[in-house]
């Protein structure tokens, strides 16, 4: 069975969360050559091809299972060091989570809160591609839209988030208010939270079997998106933590009562041994059962 040194595999973990070998060869105390000549022998062993030479340099599907692997032993080493009482390099313990920007602003933070002593590197990303970043081992864990584990990971649902179709009250006026819903919906401006975002583009589709209108708004932030809603730019699909209090002032209202949108979220994780990941991992689902509604 081929042996992978641990210096090569940390090598190649330095290389990609650098970029560069140059950039890798500043952080290993080295040169680039070295850093190189270290890539490729760990690529003579494995008898792949494990970065893709670009700049930023990127994995190969290969290289994604060996920089997974890195992280989860340098995650293992960090951890017994702190069970043996050994002093360590003086960083406190860092957690990597990918999570939808919906989530960020609505029930994932008050989760973190309770949890001494980590500090937590998050990715914001649509709970579509989260997966792709722990599958990449960019992350320890992610909230996601994919019930599938990812290799070497564990997946359980934690809730439903449920949407709601609504607008300030002078653009239901001005674009809604003289015909059915259905005939037009499709040509009222609407905000997206980006070009990856088909959420409204699907309830369209759902009510009146076409796209909404190419006459869009793209604003990346789920509070931006909130109050561009509430400005009237646009329609949109609200969570309904954001949308309720806007509808109880008045500055929202419901464009269908009895048509929403429910998006399933997993809660996917190394299936590592780690204190940290264990007690990141329970707060998180505690945290969804009480505020997401229950899956079906």
Known sequence: MTELPLD??????????????????????????????????????TG???LRRTKPVRPTDSGEVLVRFARQLA??????????????SGEPTRVSVAVNADSLATWFLPA??????????LRRED?????????????????????????????????RMRYLPAAAPGFVDRYLSDGPLADRLPGAPV?????????????????????ASALRHHVPTSE????????GLGWGMLPEAQALPLLGTGRLVLLAPDLWADATLYWQRWKLDSPALAALSHAVTETAARELRPVR
């Open 127 to 159: 709970e579509a591609h989260t997966a792709a970043l722990l599958r990449e081992g960019l992350v320890m864990a992610a909230v996601t839209s994919s019930a599938e584990p990812v290799p070497g990971c564990s997946a359980r649902a934690l809730g």
């Open 112 to 121: 973190l809160a309770p949890l001494d002593g980590l500090c937590f590197e």
């Open 8 to 45: 090569l595999v940390r090598t190649l973990l330095t290389v990609v969360d650098e970029g560069t070998f140059e950039a890798a060869a500043g952080v290993l105390h080295v040169t680039p050559s070295a850093v190189s000549q270290r890539v490729k022998a760990l690529e003579e062993r």
């Open 75 to 88: 995650r293992l080493e960090r951890d017994t060091r702190g069970e043996l009482g050994l002093s360590g």
């Open 191 to 211: 905000v997206v939270f980006d070009r990856k975002d088909d959420f409204q583009d699907a309830f369209v589709r759902r009510i009146a079997g076409a796209s």
């Open 224 to 231: 931006g998106f909130a109050e561009s809603v509430a400005a």
């Open 48 to 50: 792949r091809v494990l």
